[in-house]
């Protein structure tokens, strides 16, 4: 084979191993819910096979082997994240109004106790594995609150520079968040229990609201409120690339097998391929439920879950109407 003609091929197979993921995204079902209030967070028990849907005062669980709901922990107001310790049996969620955290047993979603935090506001939560902890980020207060996750004891509350909002891990003893007023993405040392780095992330990207981490290439894809989404390198902080999504993000996911990105949108979800780690590419804008703005990705069967309610006509133009009573639900989305 000639120089040229194998430079060919090899252009052609480079080419081709590039392109955006074929597969395109449909909507399935819906998953009806009680109770009436907003939502945020979504987190999925990829083991157990459990979803569970924040939503006012209650966390709403849901088979999703099934795609029924089977439980419901109460007690809280203001519910924003969860987070999930398998090994150890326990959760935690996050109640922004009582500035506490429940602690609950994940087989009998019996409530364990409620750890009292100084901040105001308790937002998104993670389990770092390493070390058996769980990072509480409050929006509000703006500070971070550390609990052992095998007993509930407060280990340490410290300061932030902003409103802190989603977490991510890499099960080595690293933490990230971004702090949405400041435009900055925090790397943690889980064991040190202290911030190590911050980064400026604007003005590529304005308002980070959502965080997925990708952990063999290590980058982070942090979803912006300027409608873009930037990836950036997890280990120094650099801005790779930046790409347009939709309006008002709130969570993203990455999936490792199809190197597909979700941005969770108002109305939208933005998929987005990662032809290699240096580069990105939209493959598909997803129409979705009024609302649906916050997600979680079952890296099983590849769907993805969105919570929202049914909304009134809106009394104002460009506006959103009042959430109709008894509408609340989980939409599902998956490959075609």
């Avoid at 911030?195 to 894809?221: K, M």
């Amino acid at each position: 084979m000639s120089r040229k003609l194998l430079f060919t091929v090899l252009l052609a197979m480079s080419s081709a191993l590039a392109a955006p993921a074929a597969t395109k995204f449909r909507f399935l079902k819906t998953i009806p819910l009680p109770g009436d209030g907003g939502q945020d967070y979504l987190a999925l028990d990829q083991t157990a096979r459990r979803l569970y849907v924040t939503h006012g005062t209650t966390v709403e669980v849901v088979d999703i082997d099934s795609e029924q709901a089977v439980g419901r922990i109460e007690g809280m107001s203001g519910v924003h994240g969860v987070a999930l310790a398998p090994k150890l049996g326990h959760g935690f969620i996050t109640s922004g109004n009582t500035k506490t955290v429940k602690m609950f047993d994940l087989k009998t979603l019996q409530s364990l106790a409620d750890i009292p935090i100084a901040y105001d506001g308790p937002d998104g939560a993670v389990y770092e594995p390493t070390t058996n902890r769980v990072f509480v980020f409050a929006h509000k207060g703006a500070g971070l609150s550390v609990i052992d996750a095998r007993d509930g004891k407060l280990l340490k509350e410290m300061p932030l520079p902003g409103q802190a909002e989603f977490p991510v891990v890499d099960n080595k003893g690293l933490v990230w968040d971004i702090i949405e007023d400041k435009s900055l993405v925090l790397k943690i040392d889980a064991k040190e229990m202290r911030v190590l780095a911050q980064w400026p992330i604007a003005p590529d990207c304005e308002g980070p609201s959502g965080l997925a981490i990708d952990l063999p290439n290590r980058r982070l894809f942090a979803g912006c409120n300027n409608e873009k989404m930037s990836v950036l390198d997890a280990d120094g902080g650099k801005i790779i690339q930046t790409l347009p999504i939709g309006v008002h993000i709130d969570a993203v996911a990455y999936d490792p097998s199809t190197k597909l990105i979700f941005n969770a949108n108002r109305s939208s979800v933005t998929v987005i391929h990662q032809d290699s780690p240096d580069h990105y590419s939209v493959a598909q804008n997803l129409e979705t439920l009024q609302g649906t703005n916050t997600l979680a990705l079952d890296l099983k069967t590849g769907k993805i879950y969105l919570s929202t309610n049914k909304f009134a006509p809106p009394t104002t133009p460009g506006g959103r109407g009042a959430r109709i009573p008894g509408s609340f639900m989980v939409v599902v989305y998956g490959p075609e």
